[in-house]
C-alpha cells in the first residue's frame, strides 16, 4: 500500500507546473485542467517520491518533485516494469502503460537530471484513465495486477 504525495499540472504546453490538494481525474480529460489529459497513453504520468529522491542524490541537490512534470507523485509503490498493471488512488483506476522516459528537457530542469532518472523507471510510468475518481493528496495508493 502507498499514499499520495502530490497532484500537479499544467494548462499549457511547456507551461508551468501547478499543485492542488485535490483534482477530478476521468476518462474523457484525464487530470482536471491538465493540457495533456486527452484519452491516450500518456494521459497521466505518475513518479515515485522514492525514485525522485534516489536521482536528487545522484544529482546532490534537492529539487521540487515538479521539476519532473509528473502529474502524480506516489510513494510507498515501486513501480519498475509495471506496464499492464493498475493502480487505484481512492476510486481512480489508472492502467500503467509503460515508463515515462526522461527526455532532453529535464537537462533544461537541471543538467544531468535526463540521467539521474533513467536507471529503475524512476521518471515514472505513463497511464490511462480507466475509472474516473476525486483523489486527494494523502489518499491511499494500490497496485494490482
Excluded at 482536471?32 to 489529459?37: F, L, N, S
Aim: glycine share 12%; aromatic share 6%.
Amino acid at each position: 500500500m502507498g499514499k499520495l504525495e502530490g497532484i500537479a499540472y499544467k494548462t499549457v504546453k511547456r507551461g508551468s507546473m501547478l499543485t492542488t490538494d485535490e483534482t477530478f481525474v476521468s476518462p474523457v480529460c484525464g487530470i482536471t485542467h491538465d493540457y495533456r489529459g486527452l484519452p491516450g497513453k500518456r494521459q497521466v504520468t505518475v513518479m515515485t517520491l522514492e525514485g525522485f529522491d534516489l536521482a536528487c542524490k545522484n544529482l546532490q541537490k534537492p529539487l521540487p518533485w515538479t521539476i519532473r512534470r509528473a502529474n502524480l507523485l506516489i510513494s510507498g509503490i515501486v513501480l519498475f516494469e509495471t506496464t499492464g498493471q493498475k493502480l487505484q488512488i481512492g476510486s481512480l483506476i489508472l492502467e500503467i502503460t509503460g515508463e515515462t522516459e526522461p527526455c532532453y528537457r529535464m537537462d533544461e530542469q537541471f543538467e544531468g537530471l535526463q540521467a539521474a532518472l533513467q536507471p529503475d523507471w524512476r521518471g515514472g510510468v505513463t497511464c490511462r484513465v480507466l475509472s474516473a475518481g476525486h483523489i486527494r493528496v494523502g489518499d491511499e495508493v494500490n497496485l494490482f495486477p
